[in-house]
């Protein structure tokens, strides 16, 4: 079998032909969804659910549908509420390898750690939802010196260690509730159970893809990730292109050829990140040199990398302009214009296409 990783990809990760319709649902799904930019995450769960818009993912978000925690490489990611102790159990130790250096440098260590916590826990019980600087506050009344970087990976770890994530946004600014009061039926796992788990997650939502990205994704060593493939073995696919070892999990419906379609993804979506090599998405390498670079946000033509784009908003309007790396086709723009009718849907305000060389 010779699997088309543009056209698998698309559908794995609901960008195509997506039954999704709740944000919860994206989310559960992909397992997790990079979110250090808030703004960008939602429209990341918008692309892949059919009529949500930006009220609907804000409000799952503030009621708990989805929570908002460090968890991979680290940064901040969507979770399902189900998932956040199985899957931090599983990943935070690697996270904390990565941190190790920051924590000695901080002056942060195990006994410091239990102290905070115990704070943060008194602070955040019986429903409370606190912003950062008032958690701040706590920990300086408490004796802990907890500002600039120190403060940073207090609140990490007290997010790496299951004791609090996302609560609802106060205004514009982030909240934190304690876990056990926002996912009181979080699930846990056997480690073997959870490394299968995130495995099949993986590869079922991202594939077809590699050890290496999978590795790269996740934070797990690629011993962990062999590992969680070797488990799966009767479960997934393997084909081998221009000499890489590709692995999925099957899906029909991903064989059949949709209409061309334009997707305004935004930074750090998951179709780019997800991956450690993301060549098979470039267009032409010399169009496409630097096009990859996460912190951008990417025009995606029938699978295919082919521009940027940024957002300006205004008072009840926004404004989307496109620099494409080359002049777009006639059904390229057309699929263009009907990404930014999804947009303005999405936004629910006028959004004005602009398109730039």
């Known amino acids: 079998m010779k699997i088309d990783i543009v056209r698998q990809r698309l559908r794995n990760q609901r960008l195509e032909s997506s039954e999704f319709q709740k944000p919860a649902d994206v989310v559960a799904w992909l397992g997790a969804v990079q979110a250090q930019d808030f703004a960008g995450a939602k429209w990341a769960v918008g692309l892949r659910a059919r009529g949500v818009t930006d009220a609907d993912v804000e409000h799952a978000f503030d009621t708990g549908g989805i929570l908002r925690t460090h968890l991979l490489r680290p940064t901040w990611h969507f979770i399902a509420p189900a998932d956040i102790r199985w899957m931090l159990a599983l990943t935070s130790p690697r996270v904390h390898a990565m941190n190790a250096a920051y924590y000695r440098k901080c002056g942060l260590d195990s006994r410091l750690f239990a102290r905070s916590r115990a704070v943060i826990e008194r602070a955040l019980q019986g429903g409370k939802q606190l912003t950062r600087s008032e958690l701040a506050s706590a920990l300086r009344r408490a004796g802990i010196h907890a500002d600039g970087m120190r403060l940073a990976y207090l609140m990490m770890r007290a997010e790496l260690d299951a004791v609090m994530c996302s609560g609802a946004r ?3 600014q982030f909240t934190y509730a304690l876990v056990a009061e926002r996912a009181p039926d979080a699930r846990t796992l056997e480690r073997d159970e959870a490394l299968a788990a995130l495995t099949r997650r993986y590869f079922a939502s991202r594939g077809p893809a590699t050890l290496r990205d999978y590795s790269w994704w996740s934070g797990l060593t690629m011993r962990e990730a062999r590992a969680g493939v070797d488990m799966l073995r009767t479960t997934l696919v393997e084909d081998v292109i221009d000499g890489r070892t590709y692995w999925l999990v099957p899906s ?16 750090y979506d998951e179709y780019l990140i997800a991956y450690r090599d993301r060549g098979s998405v470039l267009d032409s390498p010399p169009a496409t040199r630097g096009a990859v670079d996460e912190y951008a946000h990417h ?24 620099r494409p790396f080359r002049p777009l086709e006639k059904n390229d723009a057309s699929a263009l214009a009907a990404e930014a009718a999804r947009y303005t849907r999405f936004l629910n305000m006028p959004v004005t296409l602009i398109s730039r060389r």
């Open 170 to 172: 106060r205004g514009k």
């Open 252 to 267: 029909r419906a991903a064989e059949r050829r949709r209409p061309l379609r334009a997707y305004l993804l935004p930074n």
């Open 299 to 322: 025009l995606v033509v029938d699978g295919k990398v082919r521009g940027s784009w940024k957002r300006t908003l205004a008072f009840k309007t926004a404004t989307v302009e496109v």
